[in-house]
């Protein structure tokens, strides 16, 4: 049996493996999401604090799919109380790492028995955990530094098992609040996780993003190490930098050169070739002594057809100029089907909100004066009670990640304290965007990259 078959039977999704799952992630989160559900429902808020903490000891300790949803969830105004979000926001960050004994035997597997000495150095520590996976630090016989991301065992049967839940807690949901369809996000997050499995998916991926980014020089992406990766181990350059985080009290000319260049990590890719980085959270990005900037983790990306992009920058228009029949046509290119009036001017209420920093002409803060704990809630809570009576609303499936990346790349903002013009920066992005020449630019950076093109 070859490498590559044996690999594919170790992980191979099994009903057996899905079952021990369930009852893992029943038997540790059970007790917490129930308190949750008191929390949410009755307003008990006394011990909230406590119940958050062990809620993500919890989600730490199972690893996996569900802890990926709850750090998503964690992002959305409203979604859950303020101290869950708080403590969920960090797990991806702070994930619990596997200890050396697994390290060992899942080396073996991907690299073969003498892995060891394909490396003239590997950390037995891990440098970083997260939901799928542990980086672990390592240097090349050449002397180059290395990153190693290392998938956990069981993560197909995982995923699966996970999302069943997922669809069954949506379902439950749906019954109990109207004001949001949520079937086509359990589909889109589905679809991300199961490629967020594939390490040779996501080489390409970076691969991707060297090359719709290589206009953009103070912006690094990694470069993978084909000899050392396989479908569950990915191997790249370790690029060296600091926590965006260290940077908090830096002077302000310091953190805005920083988030100058996010917002160009960003919305570059999007703008000229129809593609994100769906999961902007703090521990994707580090910063060079320069004050360059590292994107990392390109698990979750999202590509997008080039008439996507333009109903983005049509809604941009809309609000611009007030502009309604615009904002139906931008609401329908995404997917919006059979909107009411109501529903359009709710909708409206939360594009506002979103494109709010990039309409003003002028240097601000992304809250502009607003606590950053607040930030978005009052506008998602009106926008809940209105659906509420109006809806459901579907959500459709590129909504998703689209609208929660916007919302983690300003809580990144948010941290830097940054001040600057964001229209000016959002209106040189999109100044010279072409329809046709996105889709010509699309398909040669994909087929390139070996990457599929949005379908």
Not at 261 to 269: G, N
């Amino acid at each position: 049996m070859s490498d590559g078959a044996k690999r594919d039977k170790a992980e191979r999704n099994t009903l057996a493996r899905r079952l021990r799952r369930y009852a893992n992630v029943t038997r540790s989160v059970g007790g917490a999401a129930a308190r949750i559900a008191g929390t949410r429902a009755l307003r008990m808020g006394s011990d909230e604090k406590a119940q958050a903490a062990n809620l993500k000891a919890a989600l730490g300790g199972v690893k996996g799919p569900i802890m990926k949803v709850a750090q998503m969830l964690a992002s959305i105004p409203e979604a859950l109380p303020a101290n869950f979000a708080a403590e969920l926001a960090t797990l991806q960050t702070n994930a619990p790492p596997m200890g050396w004994p697994f390290v060992r035997r899942r080396m073996s597997v991907e690299l073969g028995p003498g892995w060891e000495g394909k490396f003239k150095t590997f950390e037995r520590e891990a440098a970083a955990a997260a939901s799928l996976g542990q980086v672990h630090r390592a240097w090349a016989k050449s002397g180059e530094a290395l990153a190693c991301k290392l998938q956990y065992p069981d993560m197909a049967s995982a995923v699966e098992a996970d999302l069943a839940q997922l669809r069954l807690i949506f379902s439950i949901y749906r019954r109990m609040d109207r004001a949001i369809d949520p079937s086509e996000m359990a589909d889109e997050i589905g679809a991300r996780l199961r490629e967020e499995l594939d390490y040779e998916r996501e080489a390409a991926h970076v691969d991707l993003y060297r090359n719709v980014l290589k206009s953009r020089p103070r912006i690094h992406v990694p470069r993978v190490i084909d000899a050392l990766s396989t479908k569950r181990l990915l191997t790249m350059s370790w690029e060296e930098g600091k926590p965006i985080l260290d940077f908090k009290s830096h002077p302000l000319e310091v953190r805005n050169t920083i988030a100058r260049h996010l917002f160009q990590a960003w919305w570059h890719p999007f703008s000229h070739f129809g593609v994100i980085h769906g999961d902007p959270h703090l521990g994707n990005y580090t910063v060079r002594e320069n004050l360059d900037l590292n994107l990392l983790d390109y698990g979750c990306v999202r590509a997008f057809k080039p008439k996507f992009v333009q109903g983005v920058i049509d809604l941009y228009r809309a609000m611009e100029r007030n502009d309604r029949d615009l904002a139906v046509h931008a609401y329908e290119t995404w997917g919006f089907n059979g909107l009411k009036n109501e529903v359009i001017d709710t909708l409206n209420i939360w594009a506002r909100f979103i494109y709010a920093p990039l309409l003003d002409h002028r240097v601000r803060t992304i809250a502009d004066g607003v606590e950053p704990g607040a930030y978005g809630r009052k506008e998602a809570f009106e926008v809940h009670k209105r659906l509420s009576q109006l809806g459901p609303v579907k959500p459709p499936r590129e909504f998703v990640f689209m609208d929660r990346a916007a919302i983690g790349l300003g809580g990144v903002f948010l941290h830097l304290a940054a001040e600057l013009n964001f229209y000016e920066l959002f209106n040189e992005e999109i100044a010279s965007f072409d329809l046709k020449t996105v889709a010509k630019r699309q398909a040669e950076a994909f087929k390139a990259s070996r990457v599929p093109l949005p379908t």
